[in-house]
Structure formats: C-alpha cells, structure tokens
C-alpha cells in the first residue's frame, strides 16, 4: 500500500521561532513529487511547497524548506521565522508520475502562540 | 487567471435527497480530480476526468455516486440518496496537459462542505 505518515497530530510554535513538521511516505516507485499543503480555517488548500523526487536539491520557498532524503522516504517541512498566519492544518502529500490520484496525510495542525 | 472554482461552497440536504457539486478548472487545464475530506483526515482521491471522459474512478464509491465533465460547463459530482456519512468537505483540483510545466501539479478550489441531516 502506498501511504503518507504524519505522525505529529499538532505541533505548536512560538512567532518567529523555527518548527519541522515530519512526513514519511511508502512507495516502492523512484519515480513521484512530493508536496506540502496549508490548509487554514477557510479549507482552501493552499501549495506551500514542492519536491521532484529526482532532484536531490531540497526546495525552498521564502520561510519554507523541506529536507528530502529519499532512501528514507522522508519529507519533513520547515518553516522559519514563524508568523501568526502560519497556523493552519499542513498535508503533505505525493503523486508517483503518470498517476492521477494524489496521497495524503492525515495532516499536522499548528499552533502559532504570539 | 481565475483559480478552480467550486459552487455552492455550503450545501444542506436531507438524507435521500441528491446533492449536485459544481467545478470549474483552472483556464487553460483540462484535467480534473474530486477528492473527499472528512473531518480531521486527509483528502482522499475520488475520480479523475478529462473533457467527456472518466480516466480513473477507483475511488469512487461504487452507488449513488457519479462524476462527469461534459464539453461544454463545469465537472459536476453528483451524490444520489444522500446519507449521513456523505457529510464531507469535497474538494475539486485540476492540472494542465500532460507534458506541461508542472502538469503534474494539482490546484485546489475552495471546496464543497456537505452536510446531510
């Protein structure tokens, strides 16, 4: 089975200071993209970020960077400097290339305390 | 560039009664997925459609449930009977053409909340 696991039901973090939401996944394929998506109060999934799973350059996206290790199908995402309109539930998420239907997590709600 | 609009973002009905959820993609993409949310999980992936065409409904519930994305309008998911365990947030996304910039990447709209009483 192909399955995404996060296993941090809620994370907390203090404004402007750094926290790393973990996500593993479970594939046998080499071939995927790998994603973070925030997901606020108002439900509309937002992209924060994205990985080709090719490329072993981890992403950056201003305050957001993921660190890749592909051996380990691990995926975890982090946010720097943290900010009140961070708190929000994050998924990650992937898609073996060629396939339609994107796995989820169940999700990480942070917490961003003033 | 409009994103990928979905209507009514609230939708009530009582249980039998049939529940129409509209999509419209993102210009330019012609590929659409459905994915269902109930609370506090992950999305689940539905359907995926092109133009007049289901690609891939394996997770699609086998009854009462049907998509569509006709040549002309929006995709439309439609939920016959509704029951109590239809209550979901249902969420539509679309991507560009194989073979684009990104094309494997897949915009979310706002989301359908249905609540079945």
């Known amino acids: 089975a192909q399955t995404v696991t996060q296993s941090q039901p809620e994370m907390s973090v203090q404004e402007a200071e750094t926290v790393t939401l973990s996500c593993t996944y479970d594939?046998?394929?080499?071939?995927?993209?790998l994603f973070w998506y925030k997901q606020p109060p108002s439900r509309q999934m937002i992209l924060v970020i994205r990985?080709?799973?090719?490329?072993?350059q981890n992403a950056t996206e201003n305050r957001f960077s993921v660190n890749f290790q592909k051996a380990a199908k691990s995926f975890s995402l982090k946010i720097s400097d943290s900010q009140l309109g961070d708190a929000a539930m994050y998924f990650c998420?992937?898609?073996?290339?060629?396939?339609?239907?994107?796995?989820f997590g169940a999700g990480t709600r942070l917490t961003v305390k003033p | 560039n409009a994103g990928v609009m979905q209507n009514p973002r609230h939708l009530v009905r009582r249980r039998g009664q049939e529940a129409r959820l509209r999509c419209s993609p993102m210009?330019?993409?012609?590929?659409v997925y459905w994915y269902r949310q109930l609370p506090e999980e992950g999305l689940k992936f539905m359907v995926y459609?092109?133009?007049?065409?289901?690609?891939?409904e394996s997770g699609m519930p086998k009854e009462r449930f049907s998509a569509e994305f006709p040549k002309e309008g929006p995709s439309i998911l439609r939920i016959q009977q509704v029951v109590r365990g239809d209550s979901a947030a249902y969420f539509c996304?679309?991507?560009?053409?194989?073979?684009?910039?990104?094309?494997?990447?897949?915009?979310f709209g706002p989301g359908t909340r249905l609540t079945v009483t």
């Open positions: 998420a992937y898609i073996l290339r060629g396939n339609n239907d994107m796995r």
């Open positions: 594939t046998s394929e080499s071939d995927y993209y």
């Open positions: 990985q080709e799973a090719y490329k072993q």
């Open positions: 459609l092109q133009k007049e065409n289901i690609i891939d």
């Open positions: 210009k330019g993409h012609s590929h």
């Open positions: 996304a679309s991507s560009p053409l194989a073979g684009a910039e990104f094309s494997y990447e897949q915009y």
